[in-house]
């Protein structure tokens, strides 16, 4: 299976900071990465998709990049709305379409 | 358009439940299904996935053997029964819809249903 890694595991910074969230995949995914945003007590929303793509609805200061095996999730001016868990996730090939395994962004 | 778990419990190491997903709002039958769990305080796991027709299934290795994802299209309801549970099955578990790109990302969330396996 391919497993997800991601850096830093958690972060803090300061509001209007831009942040930039990194995850690695152990074997190429192409463009098939996902970010997923966890607010606490909330369950996951989508954020970004085929790597760079924002979900409808998610704000510009969210942004995603990448392809092969490097990718990561910048999130410029931050806001206190912001603060949760991010994950990312493949989705290439077979199931299972593995998370990472979080990077907790605090202010 | 909302997903609603249910069944959830505090049950035995090596006892079963059964959890249920209503599905409301959109053509059920279009969607390929996925319960993710989660942990207490950990990250988000794939746990089973079934596509449309409920032939074609996934399984997590650590549950293989053990859990059974299944749909009923025409009640628009996805399960999960979950035989010989143990402690590392205590989680958060979430009905997710895969759709999106390739239908292969949650892009509908249930709110959970929580399963403790305790004695």
């Known amino acids: 299976d391919i497993q997800m890694t991601q850096s830093p595991s958690s972060l803090s910074a300061s509001l209007g900071d831009r942040v930039t969230i990194t995850c690695r995949a152990s074997q190429g995914i192409t463009n098939y990465l996902a970010w997923y945003q966890q607010k606490p007590g909330e369950v996951p929303k989508l954020l970004v998709y085929a790597a760079s793509i924002l979900q409808s609805g998610v704000p510009s200061r969210f942004s995603g990049s990448g392809s092969g095996t490097d990718f990561t999730l910048s999130i410029s001016n931050l806001q206190l709305e912001d603060v949760g868990t991010y994950y990312c996730q493949r989705y290439n090939g077979v199931p299972p379409y593995s998370f990472g395994p979080g990077t907790k962004v605090e202010i | 358009v909302e997903l609603v778990e249910s069944g959830g419990d505090l049950v035995q190491p090596g006892g079963s439940l059964r959890l249920s997903c209503a599905a409301s709002g959109f053509n059920f039958d279009n969607y390929l299904m996925s319960w993710i769990r989660q942990a207490p305080g950990k990250g988000l796991e794939w746990v089973a996935n079934?596509?449309?027709?409920?032939?074609?299934?996934y399984y997590v290795d650590s549950v293989k053997g053990r859990f059974t994802i299944s749909r009923d299209d025409a009640k628009n309801s996805l399960f999960l029964q979950m035989n010989s549970l143990t402690v590392e099955d205590t989680a958060v578990y979430y009905c997710v819809r895969l759709g999106g790109d390739l239908g292969r990302l949650g892009d509908l969330w249930g709110k959970g249903t929580q399963v403790i396996v305790s004695s």
């Open positions: 079934i596509k449309v027709g409920g032939n074609d299934k």
